[in-house]
């Protein structure tokens, strides 16, 4: 059941938590991923915030990017290929993986797991990319200008904090929008699973009896929401949308209804995320190998 809110002039949103609704609702011409900004003062908010993810020569993040989007289609295509080398991966991010396992076993690590996490994404693409504190207090700035309140917003604007975050970002992605995605916003989703690993190896002995695969069932999280338009008014199903509503899928809170490890990838759909086999095949070597030390220290 979706719900709705709607107060003239300012907001028309409409929420959905039920897997097969979402689903159904993404695959549908009737909603896209731009933002007009038409519709009310929110949805003027909205389309602003979305509006300052792009390059500076104009190419806009993927996970902003309509359906039809030919450059989106080839990034998503050609990184999805890239991450399907598993093992090799996994051997050219094996510093990461050590020291987040031994995180994930202590409580410790030499430098602040968010950072390691970023750098870990970040090689994903570069093998030489680096993270600092700086980097992920941009990645920071990033998503609490995208989730956050208007004061919040409205100062890391007016205090410039939000465009050196974004020229930071950029930069180290090398003009890589689909880098700068994964080392800005996506991130935020692996440093909670690494803070889940990292409460449930504290607690009874779970360390050395749950196998990476359950570890990982219990720790990998979704975004929590994504956000479409509805441009013109329809329906999808019986599902009535007005126009220029903001739609609003509850990605994680469908996540836990559905049995499918890959919906909170959207892994079946087209805007899957490329990593939908990198993430948890990530978290379960780091799981695995945070088994293997605290064996060790038995
Ligand atoms: C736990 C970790 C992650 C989760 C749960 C996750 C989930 C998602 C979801 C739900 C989307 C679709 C968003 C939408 O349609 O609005 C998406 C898109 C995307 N994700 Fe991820 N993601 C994760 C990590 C990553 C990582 C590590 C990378 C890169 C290495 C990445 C790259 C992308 C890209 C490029 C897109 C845009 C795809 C497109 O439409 O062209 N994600 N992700």
Redesign the pocket.
């Known amino acids: 059941m979706a719900i709705r809110i709607t107060i003239p002039g300012i907001l028309r949103l409409i929420f959905f938590k039920k897997p097969n609704e979402i689903l159904a609702i993404n695959d549908s011409s009737m909603v896209q991923?731009s933002l007009s900004g038409r519709g009310g003062l929110f949805q003027r908010s909205m389309a602003e915030k979305f509006a300052i993810f792009r390059t500076p020569d104009g190419e806009i993040w993927?996970?902003f990017?309509n359906r039809f989007d030919p450059l989106?289609a080839k990034?998503?295509r050609e990184?999805e290929a890239a991450?399907a080398d598993i093992s090799g991966l996994l051997a050219r991010l094996a510093p990461e993986i050590a020291a987040l396992a031994t995180y994930i076993c202590s409580g410790r690590a030499d430098r602040p797991q968010e950072v390691i996490i970023q750098q870990m994404?970040g090689r994903?693409f570069f093998s030489d990319y680096a993270a600092s504190e700086e980097s992920y207090d941009a990645a920071n700035t990033l998503q609490t200008w995208l989730t956050g309140g208007p004061v919040k917003a409205y100062l890391l604007k007016l205090n410039g904090a939000l465009q050196r975050a974004l020229d930071q970002i950029i930069g180290l992605a090398r003009g890589n929008t689909?880098c700068a995605?994964?080392t800005a916003l996506?991130m935020h989703?692996?440093v909670k699973?690494i803070e889940l690993m990292r409460e449930l190896a504290r607690k009874d002995n779970n360390l050395k009896e749950l196998s990476p695969r359950q570890a990982v069932t219990r720790t990998?999280?979704?975004?929590e929401r994504?956000v479409r338009e509805a441009r013109d008014g329809g329906s999808v199903g019986n599902i009535r949308l007005h126009a220029r509503s903001l739609v609003i899928f509850c990605?994680e809170a469908a996540r836990l209804q559905s049995l499918d490890i890959g919906f909170?990838?959207?892994a079946s759909e087209w805007?899957r995320?490329?990593?939908h086999a990198i993430?948890p095949a990530l978290l379960a070597e780091i799981w695995q190998q945070a088994k293997t030390i605290s064996a060790r220290h038995v």
Do not use: E, T
Request: charged fraction near 10%; charge should be positive; proline fraction near 9%.
């Open positions: 991923r993927p996970a990017c989106r990034h998503q990184l991450l994404v994903l689909s995605h994964a996506a989703n692996m699973s990998l999280r979704a975004p994504v990605v909170g990838f959207f805007n995320c490329p990593a993430v």
